[in-house]
Nanobody, 114 residues
Framework: QVQLVESGGGLVQPGGSLRLSCAAS???????MGWYRQAPGKERELVSA???????NYADSVKGRFTISRDNAKNTVYLQMNSLKPEDTAVYYC?????????WGQGTQVTVSS
């Protein structure tokens, strides 16, 4: 089964930017991929998704600030996060979906604070 490893999280000031990466252990060109996040005391929520055909969607809270992309040659999905806000603080998870199976990464912490 595919293994997903997130990276790129960290501490950033409000208004700053981060780029998250999700590296897969095998080819993911046929996978639908997504980024989710979970803040303390809250449920995990969808941030953004990209289909195998590169159709994207975003949560209303991140539209215009975040951009999801994929590089199938590198088996990697990215989440470019700009204009970060304190409410974006959460653990961010990558998910891959294929033929009804979901695969999750271990998560990367994003903290937005001054």
């Amino acid at each position: 089964q595919v293994q997903l490893v997130e990276s790129g999280g960290g501490l950033v000031q409000p208004g700053g930017s981060l780029r998250l990466s999700c590296a897969a252990s095998e080819r993911i060109s046929r996978y639908n991929m997504g980024w989710y996040r979970q803040a303390p005391g809250k449920e995990r929520e969808l941030v953004s998704a990209i289909t195998s055909g590169a159709v994207t969607n975003y949560a209303d809270s991140v539209k215009g600030r975040f951009t999801i992309s994929r590089d199938n040659a590198k088996n990697t999905v990215y989440l470019q996060m700009n204009s970060l806000k304190p409410e974006d603080t959460a653990v961010y998870y990558c998910k891959g979906s294929y033929f009804g199976y979901d695969y999750w990464g271990q998560g990367t912490q994003v903290t937005v604070s001054s």
